[in-house]
């Protein structure tokens, strides 16, 4: 299901058609990151250097040329090493990196000093994105510096720097047919773990005990890693949103709260389901869960080619506007609502981001000052919610410390879209009737 070489090298082909004449775009891996003393953080790829090469190696420079004679993609990369690999894993080296990975010069990462200036020099314009990695940067100006040195000889330096980001985090946005099936994948593995998790929780158990039930089915299924760090809030800790201690008891009588999505092959999955931790919603529960799940259904429904970015959320603002003032937590003219957005008291967020490679994937929201149109190939969430502070006086005590959000993936089509993580239930009497499935230990 991965992606395959030549949609790699249609990626790069793709980019480099956008880019400058007599330009070069330059991209290093991400580095390596220490979790502690000498212990790194499993590695993970740039984002960007994934989505042009495929390549997962740290200590990695990937080269775009265009028009370059003897090839356009250039790749530096580790030599094979038996001791190091025997220590930490298989390398490609630049054998492998011409082999496998389509490269049509492949080089020691230790002889970039001598070889990269030479690429650069005679190029008017270099692609890359200053500030992301300041020692990567350091390098990158002692490289052109060491042309400009050389001027009197003839060098040419390049006249300009360009940010690479604009023109390949457009290209991202669009996902071809194949990042959506895994996308599509990912989502159907992530309902899977949600569905698990319904059919797992009970009173008394912590909640770091129902995550480790979401992070079981995700590798059972084949997804190692999680695309973010999992929310699981049991009670008021639902209403405080990026909540990820995940370290108390999960209470008779509260809902739960979880955020949770799996990474497969580099792509990201987002959902979040909340849920009553003994099977069976309050009256109070029930009102304001169908509250937000009636905004998430106005708002999916605005997620059509030729709608702008914005009406998904403007839709689910509607809704939740209205309804909190039905249940009284809100007081005025529904217009005045809106406009003073008193609503943001209860519903802080927007509704919405783009998801891919990132689980808040790149690609602009506007374009010239106006929302973004949508368009086939657009991966977005849908996640209204509403939140009551469990120490907000202004609202009726029953309403108090309730924290509720209902997120899916929806991919925009030709047609209308398509919900990737419909597979976990989400109305009430559906969420009710799985939870009494109780699955065994």
Partial sequence: MSISAQEF????????AHMEENSIAILPAAPERTRNRDVEHHYRQDSDFWYLSGFGEPEAVMALIPGREHGEFVLFCRERDRTMETWNGYRAGPEGAVGKFGADDAFPISDIDEILPGLIEGRERVYYDLGREPEFDRRVMNWVNSIRAKVRTGAHPPGEFLALTHLLHDQRLYKSAAELKLMRRAGEISAAAHCRGMQTVHPGMFEYQLEA?????FIHQGARFTAYPSIVGGGKNGCILHYIDNNEKLKDGDLVLVDAGCELDIYASDITRTYPVNGKFSSAQQALYELVLASQYAAIEKVQPGNHWNEPHEAAV?????G???????NGDLNEILETESYRQFYMHRTGHWIGLDVHDVGDYKVHDAWRVLEPGMVMTVEPGIYIAPDDETVAAK??????RIEDDVAVTKKGYDIFT???PKDVADIEKIMKKKRSA
């Fill in 318 to 322: 509607h809704v939740l506007a209205q």
């Fill in 9 to 16: 090298a249609r990626r790069r082909r793709e980019l480099m």
């Fill in 399 to 404: 309403w108090r410390g309730i924290g509720i």
């Fill in 324 to 330: 909190m003032k039905d249940l009284g937590l809100l």
């Fill in 422 to 424: 419909s597979d976990v």
């Fill in 213 to 217: 039930e979401y992070l079981h089915e």
